[in-house]
């Protein structure tokens, strides 16, 4: 089967969001909003310390600055790449099959419709049936077209009916960890110290053959090499961007493959990724801790597994969050219960939590977790104290996931999850080497979900919905009619889905169903006439 990357050009896609009356003015959004003056409120990802650091200052290009001062025009672009591997369907003999979308995020447009189909852009697709080997290679024309437009290029207002300079900038990529690890150049998770925030080192489980990442060593292991035995939450040792610099210098100093490789594990860190050449990029603040798959696929149903008593081989047995079997059933019931008398609009049927837990998705958990289990986990506990740690973390998730956050609230919202993260090691974990297993990476992670919302504004305009929506959308044609080339398939798909939004822009056309799903089939059948997007 031959393999063929496809990619779209942003400069072409970016020039014709200014060539549509409407859009044009909706694309002013971010010069709008940073002209109110509310210093106390964040109320987008422009409110970013990050962002806003870069509005201070040039973007440097071979140690020159160049002369546009990014967002210092109304017109200047805000972009945020995404990308996540997707399984479109299973062969019968090879296994199944996985491709990675690449796509882009326009902040300049207003929050409710910059995530809708219509207003993504997509921007390449690396082919399956596996995950990228090289994600920079796929990369190298996105970083191109980086620079053009730091550079400026030529386009066309028709709100003023002139021609201007364009300047866009890709200031973060947001995905879940499997892919950030393709994207930043360091090992992942499992690593020794996959953290690209914090040099905190994992603790080694010789059973499980996995590092686990607790703030205190099990009492009578050793701490790791040059680490303390314990952390303080509060002072963890960060990492800076010329660390990268430095710990990539000592791997090219070093004389033989043996010291590289001994460089390359203590710190976790494989190569300088090319997202770190792009304009205003920065290695510590570029890439996302993405809330969804952080939260709501992994510390959630760890938290349901442990209190069910089948998470890993843990003896679960008399400890006070093990909730019985039979009160597990009484709580599967009433939340089905529950949910038939609730509008489909905030919620779909659930699964049997208790029996299908696997069948639970991110909108599943967020909704039981969020509004069923304060209700349904009361006087379950044998302890009550789990109880209250449960609704410690409901609390902070409602406060992550607000529309509008206060400065104030960012710091007591920092030290709440400081509190939770060590009462959670000291009730789950309780420094027991056999407990360990519960100190996973998502743990760990929450530490830096504050720091994330300082530098890059809320929550919600940077989850990854939008990515699975996306990934939704191409597999609905991949699973129907593009088992014999899916490659192929899914890149036309992602082509064509670039040109109907560019005829909706130029010809002012109102495309039938184009917020939910492109038609299947020829979408370009008479009706309209398929342009190229430059």
Known sequence: MQKTYVTFSLEDQLKGWFRHPQSCSLIKYQSALLKETKPTTIRDVHDGLHTQAVRTRPVYLDEYPLPHIPFSDDRDVHITISTDGFQTFKWAHHGSFACWPIIGINHN???????????????????????????????????????????GIDAYDCETDSNFKLYAYILTACADMQAVKHLNGMKGPNALSPCHICKLQGVYHAERRSYYYPLDIPHGKPPPKHQPASYNPGDLPMRSDDDLSEILSKIN???TLGGKQQIAKEHSIIKQSIFTKFPCASWTKGYLHEFMHLVFENVVPMLIGLWKGDFREINHHSQGYAIPEDTWEVIRWEGVESVKTIPSSFCHALPNIHTHQTLFIAEA?????????????????????????????????????KFKITWSEVDELEMEVKDWVVEFEKMYYQRDYKQLLVCTLPIHT????VDDIRHHGLVCVHWTWVMER?????????????????????????????????????????????????????????????????
């Open 365 to 401: 958990y967020a909704f039981w977790f969020l509004h069923l289990a304060p209700i349904l986990l009361k006087n379950r506990f044998p302890d009550w104290v789990y109880y209250k740690h449960a609704m410690k973390l409901v609390k902070i998730i409602n406060t992550c996931i």
């Open 253 to 255: 100093l070093a004389t």
């Open 109 to 151: 447009l207003p929050p409710e419709i910059r995530v809708h189909i219509e207003n993504i852009i997509p921007l390449g697709l690396m082919p399956g049936p596996n995950q990228p080997k090289d994600m920079d290679s796929f990369l190298m024309p996105l970083h191109n077209d980086a620079w053009r437009l730091a550079n």
């Open 446 to 449: 929450l530490l830096h979900v």
């Open 470 to 534: 996306y990934c939704g959308m191409l597999g609905t044609v991949a699973a129907s009619k593009g088992q014999s080339n899916p490659n192929t398939t899914l890149s036309t798909r992602m082509l064509h889905h670039a040109q109907l939004a560019q005829v909706r822009l130029r010809y002012d056309v109102d495309l039938p169903s184009n917020r939910k799903v492109i038609p299947h089939g020829d979408v370009c059948s008479g009706e309209y006439e398929i342009i190229g997007t430059d």
